[in-house]
């Protein structure tokens, strides 16, 4: 008995020419494209663009491979930045693994969308997604970026660029989120930060550290636990205001207060901080090294100018996120809170 459900000749003809062998070419062709396409190209065009946009810099990627349709994953991935005068060695930054993931549909609504997934050194992780999208047409349009980041466990002991900037070791895992868009027009940057540092601490007891301005030799600082750090920067009309910036750690106390401009490009972003850190009599009296270099601090001039009425230290960060970033004296300076 035929069943009901049989096709006749001339239906099984038309499914087969108009169906079934176009979806068997479409899946050759992403196939073939899958296979063949130029990873190694695309590699050496993401070093190019790396090295072009942060001139001096070196990047290094081990491998290069697809990851389903629109996805690519990079393993070993090194980033060496620019080396400033006077540096005896270049910061550099090292991801195990990055996979990134490009939203096909999103092209047809005039938008670009990444996801992505960062594995950091020492077993922490970054995920997220990136969108640019253009808003009107000719002389009005105007473009944004938003950047949307979960941070889990990320180890700054891993991350060499801390330690290069400070000098010393730095302890502690990040963990938080962060909901930016960038936009042309500073009114449409907005946004909101929230992170915690878990169990800060600074120092070793071996690396020197520049704690006297203007000294020819720097002192090897005793481990000061910091605690846990909270941050929390809302941002409106381009400009990230600090909610929140303390720590109220074993050895030392951290507050903070101030504004960070945000532009495109980022780089260009203008940080404006002012930042406290009171140190317990406790670690500055916790060893002879410790006695010596406080002692040794109250005496030099140019510290004093750090030294708030209270003992606490106050200085102003100042610059270009993407540049300089310099400390200044802020000892006269009031908190708002």
Known sequence: MPSRFALSE????????????????????????????????????????????????????VSLEPAWVS?????????????????????????????????????LFGTTDVVFEVETDGGGSITGEITDATSGSGDEAHEQTRVVAHLQNVDLRRIGIIRHML????????????????????????????????????????????????????????????????????IEHGVGRIQQLASDGEDAQLLGQGTVRLLRPFRMSALDVLMRVNITQAYRERSDRTRAIFSLVGLAP??????????????RLTGALGGRVMALPAGSATFDH
Do not use: K, W
């Open 10 to 61: 001339r239906a099984r003809t038309i499914l087969s020419r108009f169906f079934v062998f176009p979806l068997y070419f479409v899946c050759c062709l992403f196939s073939s494209a899958y296979e063949t396409f130029p990873y190694d190209r695309v590699r050496e065009f993401a070093i190019h663009q790396v090295e072009i946009s942060v001139p001096g810099a070196e990047l290094e990627i």
């Open 71 to 107: 996805g690519v994953e990079a393993t070993g991935v090194r980033l060496r930045l620019p080396q400033e005068p006077g540096e005896e060695r270049r910061a550099e930054i090292t991801i195990p693994r990055v996979y990134a993931r490009a939203g096909i549909l999103s092209y």
């Open 167 to 234: 000098g010393i070791p730095v302890e502690g895992t990040v963990s938080g989120d962060v909901d930016v868009t960038l936009a042309d027009e500073l009114d449409a940057t907005v946004g909101n930060i929230t992170l915690t540092i878990s169990d800060v601490a600074l120092g070793d007891g071996r690396s020197e550290l520049m704690v006297i301005p203007g000294s020819a030799h720097g002192f090897a600082v005793e481990r000061l636990a910091a605690g846990d750090i909270n941050l929390r920067i809302d």
């Open 302 to 315: 140019e510290a004093r100018l750090y030294q708030a009425p209270d003992g606490a230290f106050q200085f």
